[in-house]
């Protein structure tokens, strides 16, 4: 790495730290001990967050009848226990990395496929043999901030990545890399080691695109790179999107998981949903 990529790199450092409510939402993201209870509490901490989950649940989408009047009735009721950390979460990431200054940015898609990658690499955990076994919890916030580093270069460099997401001819990750010197999973990883993210949650946003023979020794980053390509797939894949090569002895059974991709992708409309409430003006919908 270059003189010029170390600076790019360092900028990271520029980015406003976490607030406190970031760090309890982080905190709690990857936590499978961490209840509806737990959950309440944080966000009726925090007056803003409490009113966007109020506004979603009683949202005309959700077409709940009557009003929804506190966050744990929220997340009983209409939003369930994922949605409610999942817009936590974005509220969290919308104050600390602004992407407004790039129109190539597509918010939504970003979210879809930080929604489905999440919700791939949990229920993927449990045909997963490798050791140390991932938690459902880890492998979900995994999943979730995959693409922290592709925002966090937006927030940083907003010409630069429009660039990136307007070229109709090179890669996108190529020409991250071309533009910049550093690719969104060097970000990815450096932000959330200094957001004080766990090293395993750390390490699989920064091998999610490496090759998958050589994460035999990480099962949370495989489940992560399998999920991420699943995803990235059924944008433009008609059906069932096929299991990324090689499969180790290490998973289970194929036609057990291809019955666990198919439980996923089948609820696809739904993830889209999500994505639009995650983003900006859906959360404010």
Excluded at 62 to 71: E, F, M, T
Excluded at 105 to 110: A, D, L, Y
Excluded at 162 to 175: G, K
């Amino acid at each position: 790495m270059n003189q010029d990529s170390r600076s790019r790199l360092f900028r990271l450092q520029d980015l406003a730290p976490p607030s406190p409510m970031a760090k309890e939402i982080l905190a709690v993201l990857a936590d499978d001990q961490a209840d509806l209870e737990e959950v309440a509490a944080i966000v009726e901490t925090y007056p803003e967050l409490t009113t966007r989950i109020l506004r979603c649940a009683n949202s005309a989408y959700y077409g709940h009848r009557g009003k929804i009047q506190s966050v744990a009735e929220a997340i009983i009721r209409v939003l369930g226990l994922s949605m409610a950390k999942a817009l936590a979460l974005s509220l969290a990431l919308e104050s600390s990395l602004r992407v407004q200054s790039c129109p190539g940015f597509r918010e939504e898609r970003h979210w879809y496929l930080s929604v489905v990658t999440a919700h791939l690499a949990r229920a993927l955990t449990p045909l997963h043999r490798g050791t140390p076994s991932p938690s459902p919890g880890a492998a979900y916030a995994a999943g979730l901030l995959h693409n922290l580093g592709t925002r966090a270069l937006v927030a940083l460099y907003p010409e630069e990545m429009n660039r990136v997401f307007t070229s109709e001819e090179a890669d996108p990750h190529a020409l991250t890399q071309q533009l910049l010197g550093v690719d969104a999973e060097q970000a990815g990883t450096l932000l959330a080691r200094r957001w004080g993210l766990p090293e395993p949650l750390c390490e699989a946003i920064g091998r999610c695109r490496s090759p998958l023979a050589v994460l035999r020794d990480n099962p949370l980053a495989e489940l992560v790179a399998v999920a991420v390509r699943l995803a990235e797939t059924s944008l433009d894949h008609e059906g069932l999107p096929p299991f990324p090569e090689p499969v180790g002895t290490h998973w289970g059974r194929r036609e057990e998981i291809d019955q666990v991709i198919a439980e996923v992708i089948q609820r696809a409309e739904e993830f889209r949903n999500m994505a639009r409430t995650l983003t900006r003006h859906g959360v404010d919908a």
